[in-house]
């Protein structure tokens, strides 16, 4: 439904999308996050003052790869869009991150480097670990 472009439709969407979002189903979780991005191309205003950016951001915590690996994905695209970094990653993060990316496939791990392209390590000792 997430891929059907019409406005009328996003709004219908927000509450079931806050579901997947929550769901246990690693790949339902993962589904909601790609939907988000296409939300987000017809109707980011409402994306924005809804907290789906912070609800990704919280996905890049899950215990699931391929679920971090697709909220690093739309992160970027968006902050493609909006013309500044969304993903915001600190030390804790990193290390997060560093597990998902042995588990994560092809595309995942190209994502998750990226994004550790635009890291900066609090001191160098953590750049050592």
């Known amino acids: 439904m997430g891929c059907i472009r019409v406005s009328q439709i996003t709004e ?11 769901d246990e189903d690693s790949y339902v ?3 909601g996050v790609v939907c988000i991005a296409k939300l987000y191309e017809s109707n980011p205003e409402l994306i924005e003052n809804l907290g789906f950016i912070r609800m990704l951001e919280n996905l890049l915590t899950d215990g699931n790869a391929m679920v971090v690996s697709n909220a690093i994905a739309v992160l970027g695209q968006i902050s493609d869009q909006k013309g500044e970094n969304l993903v915001k990653i600190n030390d804790q993060l990193a290390s997060k991150l560093i597990n998902a990316l042995s588990e994560a496939n092809e595309w995942g791990k190209t994502y998750i480097l990226d994004a550790f392209a635009k890291y ?8 050592e670990e």
Not at 12 to 22: C, G, H, S
Not at 120 to 127: F, H, R
């Open 12 to 22: 219908y969407l927000v509450d079931p999308l806050k579901e997947a979002l929550k």
């Open 29 to 31: 979780r993962k589904t």
């Open 120 to 127: 900066e390590p609090s001191n160098p000792k953590i750049a």
